[in-house]
């Protein structure tokens, strides 16, 4: 978040008998005006003079706003990491309120000598801005089974679910387009020893679906990055986090699975040390922008796109290859009963 301290004091200006913010208590204005503010208006009002940005950047506004946006993060071990934070809960909001956009792929081995060894997960899911769900993972992340398996952070066990107070309406192609609509999850990762931070999530889905056995609702958020260069080309991957609900028709639904995976472009779960670079390069040069609505799922389906192109351009290397094993075999076999039979 650009500092704005070299702005011009506020200057007091009759303009019809009106009171100028100059002339206004700075208790009050405090108190009774920026707490009333949203993260994103509290950044810009910073940016109009320098008193309002003495009064604007001060912790408490901005551990307000970030407990509000993210009640997963009052957690003790959170609140620590944060502090340790260049600007704390400021800093903090800077990280993790835009939407990342990382496309810009990071050297391969950069990051490599020098991986996480830890990463924190703070995960909140609302319906209709009401909190349904909320949790902090911290995942060791210096293990070889940690490094050398298949990436994944589960935040349920196998068994274990949690009650919404969603009734479940059916199956519906209206219902799953509801819960579309009105389904937000955010997954900030943070990196402790570096103090930084992204959201990973679209925000909404880009994806629901029911399961063609169980017959739970899956709901998949993603965002698509880059992964390592290579001297070929620049790969993309998913971050693919997966929501999955379940319940009686008219009963309660209940979150069964809340997990976070990385996807390669051959549809191949990547493992925890490749994920932990994308991971660091998407934290510390990731960009952070505002986002349209809908922009994250035209994202994911090019994406999906991309894959079906990549995946038939394979298909037909693979026939034309076993046109010529063919070929190759039958002009051998000629060549050699040729050979026998007229020589």
């Known amino acids: 978040m650009a500092s704005c301290s070299t702005a011009a004091p506020l ?8 009171t100028a913010i100059s002339t206004v208590h700075p208790d009050i204005i405090q108190t009774h005006i920026l707490t009333r503010l949203d993260g994103p208006t509290l950044a810009s009002v910073a940016c109009a003079s320098s008193q ?16 509000a946006t993210w009640p997963s993060i009052d957690h003790p071990r959170v609140c620590n990491v944060i502090s340790s934070f260049p600007s704390g809960h400021r800093s903090f909001f800077s990280d993790s309120f835009p939407a990342l956009d990382h496309r810009s792929p990071a050297p391969k081995n950069s990051h490599r000598q020098s991986l996480p060894s830890e990463l924190i997960s703070a995960v909140d899911i609302h319906y209709k801005h009401e909190l349904i769900f909320s949790k902090v993972q911290e995942s060791d ?77 899956q709901l998949r958020f993603a965002t698509i990055m880059a ?27 209940q979150v069964r699975e809340v997990s976070l995976q990385m996807e390669d472009m051959e549809g191949k779960y990547m493992n925890g040390r490749d994920s932990l670079v994308i991971l ?8 952070r922008k505002k986002e349209r609505r809908g922009e994250g799922k035209e994202r994911f389906e090019e994406y999906l796109e991309m894959k079906r192109e990549r995946r038939e351009r394979r298909q037909k290397s693979e026939r034309a290859l076993d046109l010529l094993c063919i070929f190759t075999g039958v002009t051998i076999f000629v060549a050699f009963w040729s050979f026998v039979l007229f020589r």
């Open 141 to 217: 992340a210096e293990t070889e089974w940690f490094l050398c398996s298949p990436f994944r952070v589960d935040l349920l066990d196998e068994k274990e679910s949690v009650r919404t107070p969603i009734r479940h309406a059916g199956e519906s192609e209206a219902w799953l387009k509801h819960l579309e609509e009105n389904l937000t999850l955010s997954w900030i990762v943070i990196d402790p020893a570096r103090n930084c931070a992204a959201n990973v999530s679209s925000r909404r889905p880009v994806s629901v679906k029911r399961h063609w056995l169980t017959g739970e609702i």
């Open 11 to 18: 200057t007091t200006v009759d303009q019809g008998g009106g």
């Open 52 to 67: 309002l940005h003495a009064l604007s950047t001060e912790e408490k506004l901005w551990r307000d706003i970030c407990f």
């Open 280 to 287: 660091q390069a998407a934290m510390e040069t990731g960009k």
């Open 227 to 253: 992964g390592e260069m290579t001297p070929t080309s620049s790969e993309l991957v998913q971050c693919g986090m997966v929501v999955t609900c379940g319940g009686k028709v008219g009963g309660e639904l």
